[in-house]
């Protein structure tokens, strides 16, 4: 009998600490969720006062920009300032004019060349400007000989060329064409020779030919001028030379 009023009394004791446990966490519940809502249900509102002031408060004044300054200048208008001399009337007339000797006589008008005590007409400085010859120019003188082809040098050949055939050439049987580069004189003489090609064995006997030959002189803008050219010597065995 006392071991079931002992149990019994345990069951008791163990179900109101299991209410106690689940109220206790209820309560704890309900204050964290009210400590949580409030600022919610109730926002932080500042003080009327300090509002009023905040929207009273008077501007601050800015700062004046620096503005170009408009300087007007009093226009000051003078006056002139007329002088009055009292007019003289001399008492008699003098004979004869005494003329001051540091000033003297006027200078007398330059001459300036214009007018028409320098053309002889009433516009000085037309006729000054139309009486001046126009300048003649010159040609540019030619530096060097002008070049000029063999076929219009061949045009102006007084005395012909006619070359010696050499004998050792002829025995040789040695024939060809020599081109010789030459420089024609103002006087139409043959001055500076230089071959450009042909047989060694012609080449004497194609330079003898060409020094003894004359050219008419050639005229440039009316002024004779040396020429260069090229000069062809032909040797054929079958021609006789």
């Keep these: 009998m006392f071991e079931d009023s002992l149990v019994e009394s345990v069951g008791r004791i163990r179900t109101r600490s299991r209410y106690f446990a689940v109220g206790s966490f209820g309560v ?29 408060a008077s501007p601050v004044p ?4 620096n503005l170009p300054q408009r300087t007007t200048a009093a226009s000051t208008h003078s006056q002139p300032i007329m002088i009055i001399n009292p007019l003289t009337i001399p008492s008699r ?8 000797a540091e000033t003297g006589p006027p200078p007398a008008a330059a001459d300036t ?14 006729d000054t400007l139309g009486s001046s010859s126009p ?28 070359p010696i055939y050499p004998a050792i050439a002829r025995q040789a049987r040695v024939q060809g064409t020599v081109v010789v580069q030459a420089v024609i004189s103002t006087s139409g003489t043959i001055e500076q ?3 450009v090609s042909g047989p060694p064995m012609l080449q004497g ?11 008419r002189p050639f005229m440039l803008n009316g002024e004779p001028v040396a020429v260069e050219t090229t000069i062809s010597v032909v040797f054929t065995l079958g021609g006789g030379n």
């Design 205 to 215: 006997a194609a330079i003898e030919s060409i020094r003894r030959a004359r050219y």
């Design 93 to 100: 007339i003098p004979q004869h004019v005494v003329m001051d």
């Design 28 to 56: 704890q519940a309900l204050l964290l969720a009210a400590l949580v809502m409030y600022p919610f249900l109730h926002p932080a509102v500042l003080p009327k006062q300090a509002l009023t002031i905040l929207l009273t």
């Design 113 to 126: 060349g214009f007018g028409k005590a320098a053309t002889g007409t009433d516009s000085g400085l037309f």
């Design 135 to 162: 300048a003649v120019v010159k040609p540019p003188s030619a530096k060097g000989p002008v070049h000029i082809s063999s076929g219009v040098a061949a045009g102006q050949l007084l005395v012909a060329i006619q």
């Design 193 to 195: 020779l230089h071959v």
């Design 62 to 65: 800015l700062a004046p920009a």
